[in-house]
Each structure stands twice: as structure tokens, then as C-alpha cells.
């Protein structure tokens, strides 16, 4: 979010010192997946970010299943970052760069979140969050046809599966009684 201060001054420094944010954040996801994979193979670890109220809290959940996929996806997303500061480049306008890397980051911080999520409303929140910014990236060249095209069959394409992840879950809460992933 830091590219999309109001501060022209300091625009590509802000764009900068995000980029350096979320490699040092790509680093430190694949460091502590890599401890419960390596020293903590028996982690089951969950815990509360924020409560709404009692029923209604944002809680994420740590075992060895998503430690490998937040391995994964911390070296990705560490590649990613690399590859588009000079990708961006090419954009002359610098409110153009800084959408693209807000959104970039805005987009890989909710992949992460889906892939510890506890609970299904969390799940669901940031499946939402990564659904959206990943239209946001892929209209970014709107003015082109085939990504308008490409655009509008992506957002169909998620509310759909959007859809049928609600009826899975659903389908879950009538056999189990309880919203958390891990039970």
C-alpha cells in the first residue's frame, strides 16, 4: 500500500521500499516455513489475529501441510517481486508503477493469507482480497480488447468457483458443525 501514498515527491521511493518490504517478507515466510518443516514436523499451531466478536474473528492456523505451501509460495513470490521491478520499468507513467506494485503486493499478501487461514470465513475473506487484486493486475492494460476479453472471463470464472467453494463449505459445516479448516 505504501506506493499509493499521496506523495509525489517520493513516489519511487515509496515503490522501492515496498518492494524491499515484501522481498524481506517473501524471505521471512519461506525462513518460518521452513523451521516447522525442518525442527517442528508435529506443529498444529493456531491462533487469533483479531475478534470481531466471540463467533467472528480473523485466526490462522500453522502445520506442516501449509508450512509447504507457504515455502512455496514465499520463494515464488520472492521471484516475482525481483522480476517485476524491472517489468514495471516500461510503464512511463509513475502512478501506473505504483498501482501495479500495490496491487502485486496486495495480491501475494492474500495468497499467504488463504493458505493459513483457520477458519472458512477467513478463507473466504482473502480468497475475495487475491480474487479482486488479481483482476485489478490482469485489467492493468484495460485499453487493449483481448484484455478486457481475458479480464471479464477471469472475474466469471472466480465467482463461479467462489460458488462452488461456498456450497464445499457448506457442504463441510452440515458434517462437521464448525467453521475451522483443521477439525
Not at 525462513?31 to 467472528?56: E, G, W
Not at 509447504?68 to 521491478?85: E, H
Amino acid at each position: 500500500i505504501l506506493p499509493l501514498l499521496p506523495i509525489k515527491p517520493l513516489k519511487s521511493i515509496l515503490r522501492h521500499m515496498a518492494n524491499v518490504v515484501g522481498l524481506f517478507g517473501s524471505l521471512t515466510i519461506v525462513v518460518l516455513a521452513s523451521d516447522i518443516l525442518l525442527f517442528r514436523p508435529k506443529i498444529n499451531q493456531s491462533f487469533v489475529a483479531y475478534s470481531i466478536y466471540a463467533n467472528f474473528q480473523f485466526s490462522f492456523y500453522f502445520d506442516k501441510l501449509s508450512a509447504i505451501f507457504l515455502a512455496l509460495m514465499g520463494t515464488v513470490s520472492f521471484t516475482v517481486i525481483i522480476y517485476s521491478m524491472k517489468y514495471i520499468e516500461h510503464y512511463e507513467n509513475e502512478t501506473e508503477r505504483n498501482v501495479l506494485t500495490a496491487f502485486m503486493h496486495i495480491f501475494i499478501l492474500s495468497m499467504i493469507l488463504v493458505l493459513s487461514s483457520a477458519n472458512l470465513y477467513d478463507f473466504l475473506f482473502f480468497w475475495e482480497v487475491m480474487a479482486t487484486s488479481a483482476f485489478v493486475l490482469i485489467m492493468f492494460d484495460y485499453k487493449e480488447k483481448e484484455t478486457r476479453k481475458a479480464g471479464l472471463y477471469y472475474f466469471i470464472m472466480t465467482q463461479l468457483s467462489t460458488f462452488f467453494i461456498f456450497i464445499g463449505f457448506l457442504i463441510i459445516f452440515t458434517q462437521t458443525n464448525s467453521l475451522m479448516i483443521h477439525k
